[in-house]
């Protein structure tokens, strides 16, 4: 074991996988000599070359369209997005090219490609540098979507997107690229689409995801401590594929279900995940499911205002403890 | 605007400000005078003119034919034929080596044609069929066959620039000296894909090929109206580097040989080209477009023009026999029929392919 920052973890899991294979290139913005604007890349260039680590022109769909067209030769690149707000200016190659090839094409073109970008609030970048858009990602048939908040996931997580045959979009989190955490020595290989659980417990569920879920972990801690509440908390980790099965057995033996989500409210993933749960788990269910997340609004800059709109630890015990009431 | 009086205003034009001269490959030329033919007309050789007069005919025949299945009904959705702009699909495919790679638009049947895909592959997509090139599943839009090296027709304008760099820099990478050729519209040059994708080829120097097809309109608005330039592609090319390069879209050898000789420097490491070849659609934008926009006179001054009576004309004053010439021409009108009646008795795809090949595991799962 050792202790690696997520942002150190990030760049050991593409080293892994560029040691490992050659037909992995990296392309993206700043990422070669200057090694990323978060630093998640530092030591890649130097490691593997400008030839198999390419910066490139402020490009964006450039940047996707080449990946693309070189996974559908024979590469398996991975793509940085520096900002995932980005995806704005290059979704037509994300949702209309890259999700839909495979199926319009009867399988005949298969699309073995990685796309990271840094995701999430907390940086007080304001509303065009800090949302969260995995639920974007989530609504496109044909694209795998992960958002690993440990350093050891983000490390495997980033190995599995790289080793999967079709297109994953890694969201990192930026809150998150200075965390430490324990990371197994040697090659280290995830599983997409299954859920953690990180913490047992029997009266609630809390279903998170990246930045959340040290928050709900904390806010169990609490729960438990200060209101004698015991919460399961689930680190979802994966969208798309998503792990179902570890969602409705904890919700069958807790009975309660809260999602804690940071993107905005309108069809967040949380959604999605009350609507299975309603359809599939109804009858295990005590109480009302409750989502919480972000506001609907575009997020504010000021430190005070940002902190205050995407869901924190108090909030998280708050509406824990009063909805358990 | 015919082309006469579209070489006279780049001309005039140029006087101030042509970036770089018109190349060699400009055979603009061409098109006002027919070209006395010369020694120099060897350089293609007997077989390879049969071979394109054979393939301009299959374009032809097989997209006259969809637009026939349309009037049937048996054609449902939309579709975009390239009458008239057959000896560009022609002209490059003849170029390209086996392994090369093909991206082109939802104006995309020529190009699939022209690399090999089969007729009744194309024809049976178009009807929905089991037998299409996609079983059904792209349509008229998306017709692709990766045997064939056709990677794929793309609906979203200028998406697949992009993409083609993407190929080109895989061929790149991996050393060999595949070329990736890209197609599409006049239109396309006003999107930002286009200028992304054509610095990026640039500043990589990928083998890649551009190649805009001026047909003088996007959908119904004239190209000249909505573009600061009067060439769309060629006169943007010094912006990344490249030549300018204009090719009688309609000749099928100028085709052929500026497509050669880009793919020639393309495979030798010297990078990308932009080439805006100059043709005309002799039907609408697409199977809803009566074209009544077009001025009177336009349609006909560029039917004398037709790439296939052109080609035709030209082969027989080159001394190729009338007859070889007919029996091409029954051939392949045969063949077009036999691949109307293999669309025609393919079932519609089956309804498992829905819940198909969303993965690679061949399944569309996204839960447990
Ligand atoms: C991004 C985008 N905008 C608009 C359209 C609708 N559209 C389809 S074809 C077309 C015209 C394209 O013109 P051009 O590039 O000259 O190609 P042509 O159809 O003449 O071959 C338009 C506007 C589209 N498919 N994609
Ligand atoms: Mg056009």
Known sequence: ??????????????????????????????IGAAGGVFKATVGLFERFGPRRVRDTPISEQAIIGAAMGAAMTGLRPIAEIMFSDFFGVCWDMIANEIAKTRYMTN????????????????SRFGAQHSQSVENWAMAIPGLKVVAPSTPADVKALIAAAVRDPDPVIVFEHKSLYAVKG???????????????????????????????????????????????????????????????????????????????????????????????????????????????????????????????????????????????? | M?????????????????????????????????????????????EKRLRMFRLLLELRLTEKRAYDLFLQNLVKGTSHLSLGQEAVAAGFALGMRRDDYTFCTYRGHAHTLARGAPMSGVL??????????????GGSMHLTSVEHGAMGSYAIVG??????????????????????????????????????????????????????????????????????????????AAAYGLARTIVDGNDADAVFRTASAAFARARAGQGPALIEAMTYRHSGHSRADPAQYRPKGELDEWLKRDPIKIYRERLVSLGFPEVDLGAIEADTERRVNEATEAAKASPPPPLTLIEKDLWADGGVAWRN
């Open chain 1, 182 to 325: 324990e990371v197994p020595d040697g090659e280290t290989v995830d599983t997409l689409g299954s859920a953690k659980v990180l913490h047992p417990g029997k009266d609630c569920t809390i279903a998170a995801l990246a930045l959340m879920v040290p928050r709900a972990l904390e806010a169990a801690a609490r729960l438990q401590s200060e209101h004698g509440i015991s919460c399961e908390v689930i680190d979802l980790r994966s969208l798309v594929p998503l792990d179902t099965r570890t969602l409705l057995a904890s919700v069958e033996k807790t009975a309660r279900l809260y999602t804690v989500e940071e993107n905005p409210r309108l069809c967040g993933w949380g959604a999605e995940i009350a609507s299975i749960v309603a359809e599939e788990g109804f009858w295990n269910l005590d109480a009302p499911i409750c989502r919480i997340t972000t506001p609907h609004i575009p997020l504010p800059a000021a430190d005070r205002l940002e902190d205050a709109t995407i869901p924190s630890v108090d909030r998280i015990v708050e509406t824990v403890r009063r909805t358990m009431d």
């Open chain 2, 2 to 46: 015919n082309l006469r009086e579209r070489r006279k205003r780049r001309d005039a034009a140029s006087a101030y400000s042509t970036p770089q001269e018109a190349t060699e490959n400009d055979s603009m030329t061409a098109l006002d005078q027919p070209r006395p033919l010369s020694a120099a007309d060897d350089d293609i050789g007997r």
């Open chain 2, 159 to 236: 998406a697949h620039l992009p993409v083609a760099c993407g190929a080109a820099w895989s061929a790149q990478y991996r050393g060999t000296d595949q070329v990736t050729a890209c197609f599409f519209g006049d239109g396309t040059t006003n999107i930002g894909a286009f200028h992304e994708a054509l610095n990026f080829a640039a500043v990589w120097k990928l083998p890649v090929v551009f190649v805009c097809e001026n047909n003088l309109y996007m959908e119904y608005t004239p190209i000249g109206t909505v573009t600061a330039v009067e060439h769309p592609a060629a006169d943007r």
């Open chain 1, 107 to 122: 399988g005949q073109i298969s699309l073995p490609l990685v796309i990271r970008t840094a995701n999430g609030a907390g």
């Open chain 1, 1 to 30: 074991m050792a202790e690696l920052t997520y942002r150190e973890a990030v760049a050991a899991g593409i080293a892994q996988e560029m040691a490992r294979d050659e037909r992995v290139v990296f392309l993206g913005e700043d």
């Open chain 2, 124 to 137: 049976g997509e178009l009807m929905g069929r089991e037998c299409g090139v996609t079983a059904g599943k």
